[in-house]
């Protein structure tokens, strides 16, 4: 019969260790996310799956904030982030520097997740947008590729910390399918 790992059994990287240890080529950008639990739950997800950096872009709640810390759990202290006033900017400068910036959004001649695979050799940043209008429609017509996570139910969208947890995963699988997930 399988037994539950104690916390102490996971041997976690402390807070100094994960900020030294190498990062996956990839960020997430958060537009206009209105609710801070939001916030705070993509901060856990980027620390889980060991995102470069997370910018908190537009109206985007940062950091001290008891509702960001209560969903967080810390990680506000081990991802590396950072406010941005206009993702517009952000991202016409990460993608000067290299960047692949993909839209995370439904959009007519969007690729669906499956179909997607990440550019050999290059940084990716995913960009969410707010909870009801979604990603800006400047940040869709600058992505090098819109990409859209499939739906079967009667539902037109996903909660924004969920989709960053589908995202971070079908990503990092897709980055590391020769590879194992030990540094």
């Not at 000067?96 to 007519?108: H, K, L, N, P, T």
């Not at 707010?130 to 859209?148: F, Q």
């Not at 996570?149 to 399918?177: E, R």
Request: proline share 4%; charged share 20%; net charge negative.
């Amino acid at each position: 019969m399988p037994r539950k790992i104690s916390l102490d059994e996971l041997a976690r990287l402390s807070v100094e260790e994960f900020q030294a240890a190498p990062k996956f080529p990839y960020c997430l950008l958060l537009d206009d996310i209105r609710s801070l639990n939001n916030v705070g739950s993509v901060f856990r997800t980027a620390d889980a799956f060991r995102a470069e950096h997370l910018y908190l872009c537009g109206i985007t709640g940062t950091p001290p904030h008891r509702d960001i810390t209560k969903t967080a759990l810390g990680a506000t202290e081990s991802v590396a982030w950072s406010h941005e006033r206009d993702v517009v900017a952000l991202c016409h400068r990460l993608k000067a520097e290299g960047w692949q910036i993909v839209a995370v959004e439904q959009a007519e001649g969007s690729t669906l997740l499956q179909n997607f695979s990440p550019e050999p050799n290059k940084k990716t940043a995913f960009v969410l947008g707010n909870e009801v209008t979604g990603v800006r429609n400047e940040v869709v017509e600058l992505a090098d590729v819109v990409l859209e996570i499939p739906q079967f139910g009667t539902k037109h969208s996903l909660n924004i910390a969920v989709s960053a947890g589908i995202i971070c995963w079908d990503y990092l699988t897709k980055l590391n399918k020769n590879l194992t997930f030990g540094f």
